[in-house]
């Protein structure tokens, strides 16, 4: 308990009584800081329990899996972390005989931040705790850009190195580029991201247009075993991973007027 700074909220509800049914009539709540000093007496029966599970969830967290050059962390409009994220959803298309012009992943989805120099299975796993995983679809190009307006209207979101976005500070959506060439509403566009935002879900609504989609339903199609393979892979070459900041996505210094 003592390991985490925790914030606790405890709601108390005082409620009276009518014939048949409860109302709430009123709520009042508190805070209480949940810290190391609920540590200084220990239960030692508690203690000597959770000894042995402690060991085995040390020996699975534990194993490294890569190195990491820099402590990255996700955060708007791009980050080092995002940028990394979604570059290694691109990377592992080869393994599906895919070939996508573009990735996403969602900020929201990396969930902690990444350490400098030996990383973890258990850092990976607090990266992506979820079972999301990783799936390809293709959107027009209307669809596309309709889909990055979806992004800029949150102040940007995890994309890959293909993608060069301009954003307004009140979230609009200035310009988007992929590899370079203007982005043709007539075209299609193979992209590649995970099942959890298909769904339309963190405001990018415009996925729920997709097509043939390619859906990988494996364990090792999991989002978190494909980080792992990539930073596994790179440790076997004796390569340290590393991101950097591309512009990917960047705010522009004035509100435009978009037509």
Not at 71 to 94: C, G, Q
Not at 118 to 124: A, E, K, L, P
Not at 238 to 249: I, L, N, Q, S, Y
Request: hydrophobic residues 40%.
């Amino acid at each position: 308990m003592g390991r985490k700074l925790m914030m606790m909220t405890v709601a108390t509800m005082i409620i009276m009584s009518c014939k048949t049914s409860y109302q709430v009539a009123s709520i009042e709540r508190s805070r209480i800081l949940v810290d190391a000093r609920y540590d200084y007496h220990q239960d030692e029966k508690a203690v000597a329990f959770l000894t042995h599970y402690e060991r085995i969830v040390d020996s699975i967290m534990s194993p490294v899996v890569g190195q990491s050059a820099k402590y990255m962390k996700p955060h708007r409009p791009e980050s080092e972390l995002s940028n990394l994220i979604a570059d290694i959803m691109v990377w592992a298309a080869k393994d599906y005989n895919e070939q996508p012009v573009f990735g996403v992943y969602n900020m929201g989805g990396m969930r902690a931040d990444l350490p400098k120099g030996d990383v973890t299975y258990g850092d990976v796993l607090n990266i992506a705790p979820f079972e999301n995983k990783i799936i390809f679809a293709t959107l027009s190009g209307a669809e596309v850009l309709e889909l990055f307006s979806q992004m800029a209207s949150i102040g940007g979101e995890g994309v890959s190195h293909s993608v060069r976005m301009v954003i307004t500070k009140d979230g609009q959506l200035v310009s988007a580029i992929l590899n370079g060439e203007p982005i043709d509403p007539q075209k299609d566009y193979r992209f590649v991201t995970i099942d959890y935002l298909l769904g339309g879900t963190d405001k990018m609504v415009a996925f729920k247009k997709s097509r043939d989609i390619h859906s990988p339903q494996a364990t090792e199609d999991t989002s978190r075993l494909i980080i792992m393979k990539y930073f596994r892979e790179q440790m076997s070459q004796g390569k340290v991973v590393d991101a950097e900041m591309e512009g990917r996505v960047t705010v522009a210094d004035e509100v435009l007027n978009i037509k």
